[in-house]
């Protein structure tokens, strides 16, 4: 059996350089140093055009940033944004299962959901939903409107979205596991579900979580059309402030700011969830 | 001594291309049966037809008493549910030649994965008995690495440990060493060599001459898709009767 004890090999460190050896002097990059400069100086102009400009009324930001109705509207927004990622995704991977499947029938049904709800506008497809009730007045003896209050509309019109891209965010990670990894797990007698648990689904999340972490900022933002259904989210909450108020700019800058907040927190959290599943990758560590 | 893989007039074929053409092929429990042949002659094929990762056409093939894949009744072979198929699939280990280890597995979790999950093994008896198994592999000190941290003849060397966690009554090879650096073969043709020294029966695909000659108790020659001859390796290695077995060797010897 070989030993894994390798030979001390004098390295390059051990020997003493030379008193006369020539010294390295790196290239000298004045470019980079002027467009430094040229790039700080336009943003600190842009920056106090917007911290010196009365119009945005700073105060009157920090007044409304934490009112009640504020904090309820974002409480909807990000309540929202979790359950349409949890569905969106959940039917998205069955999705994706149906387009990898070896049933002809799964695979078209698969491929068509995705061409149909990438084709259609999600405001109109929010419309579509508020309005249901004009297509279907009556579902199984209810009246359409009293089932889908404008919160239900917003989550199954973006929920539906929401799936057909993670279908092809999950069937993409799906791909990226290299075949071998599944006849290894065959020829060990590893059963169907423990394979997609245990050895495919670990390794696409190293594919899927950058996309997926995009989609969940892109949805924390996109929820915001729910307004146009009169749905109390983030948005919506400044805007009703607004109408009463005419502080137009300050409070869509209170909403701005939120969405901020959150997507930096959210963004610290992909790093992390990135991390775990980097295990055993070159960028471990 | 028994016969452990027997396989009868197997047939297989990828489209139009017939790869395997009417195999037959005994190997006795306890033996090593290294196959060799030139590239397109269905070696890998065939070894693979043994533990069902690739169906066949017609034949049969049976380890140890069972058949493969299938369950026959009357004169029909009916194919088996995937779950019978797994089972009967753990007495057989199988080593790739890309090695296949689970890139974001620890080796040792490599190692147990198999006996926790298909055979029910409980986790810390599998932990045992896999550190035992580095050990024989010389990787007694790699249980906490990931399979990247190692060199192509150590994964080679954790993914034979990790077919021999099963307990297999029968190990396949597929070119083990034809992915490895030349000076990492050595390290795997010991292990491999070590095991045959202890009874396991085996088959093995490789284009390692020298090793066949000093470890296999048969040669299977193999050419488009049909076994050319087989015996001994003093027999098959030193007088080959078959034109295309003597022109296959006077261009890897």
Redesign the interface.
Known sequence: ????TLAKIPTAADTPEPADAPRIVPQRRYGQWAAAVVVLVLLGLAVNSVLRNKAFQWDVVADYFTTDSVLRGLWLTLWLTAVVMVLGFALGTLLAAFRLSANPVLRAVGWGYVWLFRSIPILVQLLLWFNIGALYPQVLGVKTVDLLSPVAVAIVGLTLHEAAYAAEVVRGGILSV?R??I??????????W?RWR??VL??AMRAIVPPAANMLIGTLKGTSIVSVIAVNDLLFSAQLIYHRTYQVIPLLMVATLWYAVVTSVLGIGQYYVEKH?A????N?R | MTVMVDIRSVHKSFGALQVLNGIDLQVRAGEVTVVLGPSGSGKSTLLRTI?H?EKVDRGRISVDGALVGYRRAGNRLYELP??EV??R??R?G?V?Q?F???????VVENVI??PV???KRPRKEAVESAHRLLER??LA?KATA???QLSG??QQRVAIA??LA?EPRLLLFDEPTSALDPELV??VL??IR?LAGQGTTMIVVTHEIAFAREVADTVVFMADGRIVEQGPPGEVLERPRHERTRAFLSKVL
């Open positions: 059996m070989s030993s894994d290299d071998g990894q006849e290894a797990a065959q020829a060990l007698g590893l059963s169907r423990r245990r050895i670990p390794q599943y295990r055993g990758t070159e471990a | 533990n990762l995937e779950r797994l089972r699939r753990t057989i199988f790739f890309n296949h280890l689970f890139p974001h597995l620890t994965e198999a999950s298909a055979l592999v010389g000190d990931y399979p990247r003849g150590q990790r077919a099963l050595g390290e010991d292990v070590d």
